[in-house]
């Protein structure tokens, strides 16, 4: 499988990307006029309207909006403005879905347990029911079975019911719950993938360490292994071929460093052609026209997301839709089974989406609805993606979001480090950022050593190296906005979720004098400890963790050199604490031990723990009170916020 394989024990909060070219930090000056302080619950409030699709037969149009603080589903008739409320879920924010002919398939957990329960729902809101155990048990869909013949009432959902560690496949109807279990799972098999038909042909196990892939023919046929991979290379099936013969793969076999889309001859078990690759990047996304048969893209990240297409049809559309909508990044984030009516997703740095449908038979465009419309584009900064070399020869990639209306010397900053850490930040609209930069900070996010889709010795770089070179390019970024007289020396805040918040106590514990306060957002506090304490369907997958972060074992020195806790008597800075009680990655346990540690000391620490969250604050008034709490902190230690100007 894939290094990118890693996303399955990521400890990250995901960030979002558009589009604009790349360029380095100007010269200090400040020619805008500085916009008015906005209300901070403006930047974190759930959007008015958001995650647009279309029904299959393209009638009607569904989104989310809020309903008593949860975004709950909504369904209206294509034309018409008669809005029917299909869900009215008080406990969580109800997040993905999808159509299933005249039904919506959704997921969401309690208290943020990561303890997923797929439902469905009636498209006028009478039936919605729970197809999967609502305590215990994680669950998600494997294939919502479209245009397969016979199965248009079913979808293929995987759950660990009877394993916790591994997850089993289940065909369930979508009206009446009845669920079939269609692999007898007696050698935990731990993920599934189905052809074009509907048939689960391909299964996946990981020693943790060596990742094996299984194939058979068909239903009724034993698997046998097609692959067997380290875990540090890259190997990763996407789809059948349209005959259900070949896989189209993403690949760094064959003495790559960056990964490529490739289609792959199983029965001679071998690549036959390249699809796409790019030099500097990995590439990993490939799509298809369900209707033609047809590929239709490629995708990957350089410091924006890219789309390169592969069909001159979609090529056109794609062209026709900018020349309507100039200035921003479109992606299809939705369409009907006749693929003529397209809900299309524009974005960029400064502006958070808006949504439009689109009749590509009378290129008719509409749109249909703007996420934050409370927030102006022109009141927002812009994001620069920005490089500098680390003091051992790299080249690290990030974004600098400078206050608008301020000159660029002298300024507070934070530093937001991304979690994962096997993740990366994208350029785009971020309402972290946003929210820092309105209040005159500047903010420096940075891809260290270890960020996905640089390839795989980047990636192989940051191997036991947290708190040592992955904290390295933190403060060589710290030092880079230094030099280039953006930082006030005195006043640079770090700030970071999951890995960011290791990387948060990292930086005040080994560089103690570099940061005047920090705040850790879930973070890793105790190697060790975090090590004992992960998910259960993490498990398969420890000894990888222990190649890349730390053995127990044989790293026992190498581990408390990296973890904070043990050396808590070298934080001197203040430090603000936020933590879910439910939290199945990162245990409440890595915040309490810290917070111990610091207060029997007497340095300063504030902690905030919301019992009803997990891994981040989902919930809006979670969101509220912790970003409002950190607005203080950080206005108290790094320095005086910008005057409101009246607009």
Not at 22 to 47: G, S, V, Y
Not at 219 to 243: Q, Y
Not at 275 to 301: A, H
Not at 360 to 375: F, G, H, V
Request: hydrophobic share 35%.
């Amino acid at each position: 499988m894939k290094y990118g394989m890693m996303s399955v024990i990521a400890l990250g909060l995901a960030t979002a990307g558009c589009s604009g070219g790349a360029q380095e930090a100007k010269e200090p000056m400040a020619t805008e006029t500085a916009p008015p302080e906005i209300d901070m619950k403006l930047f974190f409030k759930n959007p008015d309207k958001a995650t647009f699709r279309i029904s299959p037969d393209g009638n009607f149009i569904s989104y989310r909006a809020p309903w008593h603080n949860r975004m709950n589903l909504f369904v209206r008739p294509i034309g018409d403005t008669s809005v029917v409320q299909v869900t009215h879920d008080t406990i969580r924010d109800v997040g993905g879905y999808f159509w299933k002919g005249d039904r919506l398939l959704y997921a969401r957990d309690i208290n943020g347990d990561e303890n997923f329960i797929v439902f469905s729902a009636s498209r006028d809101g009478q039936d919605v029911k729970p197809l999967t155990p609502e305590h215990g048990v994680r669950a998600g869909i494997i294939d919502d079975l479209k245009d397969v013949a016979g199965m248009e009432r079913s979808v293929i959902i995987q759950m660990n019911q009877r394993n916790p560690q591994v997850f089993d496949p289940y065909l369930v109807n979508i009206e009446t719950g009845k669920m079939e279990q269609l692999v007898d799972n007696k050698d935990n098999y731990e993920s599934w993938m189905t052809d074009h038909d509907g048939v689960i042909r391909i299964a996946t196990k990981s020693d943790g360490v060596t990742n094996k892939v299984f194939y058979r023919p068909n239903a009724t046929t034993p698997f046998k292994e097609l692959m067997t991979v380290d875990f540090k290379d890259a190997w990763a099936p996407l789809f059948f071929t349209f005959d259900n013969k070949n896989l189209y793969v993403s690949s760094n076999l064959g003495g790559r460093d960056k990964t490529a889309i490739v289609e792959w001859d199983i029965a001679a078990n071998k690549e036959v052609r390249e699809i796409f690759s790019n030099p500097d990047y990995d590439v990993d996304g490939l799509d298809f026209s369900r209707k033609r048969k047809v590929l239709t893209s490629v995708s990957y990240t350089s410091w924006k997301p890219e789309e390169v297409y592969l069909d001159d049809e979609t090529k056109a559309m794609m062209a026709t839709l900018r020349a309507k909508i100039p200035g921003y990044e479109l992606f299809i984030a939705g369409e009907n089974d006749n693929e003529d009516k397209f809900m299309v997703f524009a974005s960029s740095d400064r502006m958070p989406g808006k949504y439009y449908f689109y009749d590509s038979a009378t290129s008719d465009l509409k749109e249909m609805a703007t996420l934050y419309p409370w927030l102006k584009e022109n009141d927002l900064a812009e994001m620069k993606p920005v490089s500098y070399p680390t003091r051992d020869g790299l080249t690290v990639h990030g974004y600098l979001t400078l206050p608008k209306g301020r000159a660029d010397k002298d300024l507070p900053v934070v530093m937001v480090v991304h979690g994962g850490p096997w993740a990366r930040d994208v350029w785009g609209y971020d309402p972290e950022a946003q929210f820092l930069a309105n209040r005159g900070y500047a903010v420096l996010q940075v891809n260290y050593r270890g960020s996905t889709g640089y390839g795989r010795k980047f990636w192989e770089a940051s191997f036991k190296k947290w708190g040592k070179e992955m904290q390295n390019d933190v403060t060589d970024g710290v030092e880079w906005l230094k030099k280039e007289g953006i930082a006030d020396p005195d006043r640079v805040a770090i700030y970071g979720g999951s890995y960011g918040g290791y990387a948060t106590l990292a930086g005040v514990t080994f560089t103690p004098d570099l940061y005047a306060c920090g705040v850790d957002y879930v973070g890793v506090s105790n190697l060790f400890t975090f090590m004992n304490t992960i998910p259960p369907y993490w498990k398969p997958f420890l000894d990888m963790m222990h190649a890349m972060v730390g053995d127990p074992a044989t790293d026992s020195t190498l581990m408390a050199e990296a973890s904070p806790v043990f050396h808590a008597d070298r934080i001197t800075c203040p430090l603000f604490i936020a933590q879910g009680a439910n939290d199945p990655r990162v245990n409440k346990d890595e915040s309490d031990q810290m917070v111990e540690a610091l207060r029997k000391r007497g340095v300063e620490v504030q902690y905030m723990v919301k019992d009803n969250e997990g891994h981040g604050f989902h919930n809006e008034e979670n969101r509220f009170d912790f970003y409002g709490a950190m607005e203080a902190f950080l206005g108290a230690h790094i320095g005086e916020k910008p005057s409101p100007v009246k607009g």
